[in-house]
């Protein structure tokens, strides 16, 4: 039943991301969009790294629901970066993100894929697992932020 719940949260997602691009009256629409995405998606791996690095006790209950919501995160901001979205609001985004937009999309895809295997990891139960899948998910994500993100 969880996995069928999850599966319909992911395609009901999956709709209204697909046609977000369309949606954004104004460049910095899609900014504010990334943006949230990408801040609720690390609150939620935050939450997961606390628990991998030993600063609040492991629940696995608890790291199953965030991986769960990283996942779905993980799809949604890249619609946020279409063209004439690198000017018109406060932005940490390199111009590289438009001038490499293969290379750009490919660090997306990568950690899009290291975020399910943090969730299967988290299915699981055991910490052990998990430490691991968040440590290469983590590495996806800093390698994207220093190829792609002002500090």
Request: hydrophobic share 40%.
């Amino acid at each position: 039943m969880k996995t069928f719940a999850a599966l319909a949260l992911s395609i009901a997602t999956l709709s209204f991301a697909a046609p977000a691009a369309a949606q954004f009256e104004k460049p910095e629409d899609a900014i504010k969009y990334r943006q949230s995405a990408l801040f609720v998606m690390g609150q939620h791996f935050g939450r997961i790294g606390a628990m991998a690095n030993g600063k609040i006790p492991f629940d696995a209950k608890v790291a199953q629901e965030n991986a769960d919501i990283v996942v779905i995160m993980a799809k949604l901001p890249w619609a946020g970066f279409g063209p004439g979205t690198d000017k018109g609001r406060d932005t940490k985004a390199k111009p590289e993100i438009w001038t490499e937009q293969a290379k750009f999309r490919e660090h997306a895809d990568k950690m899009g894929a290291e975020t399910v295997k943090l969730a299967t990891a988290a299915q699981t139960g055991d910490l052990d697992k998990l430490k691991s899948a968040f440590g290469e998910t983590a590495k996806s994500c800093k390698a994207c932020h220093d190829n792609y993100r002002n500090k």
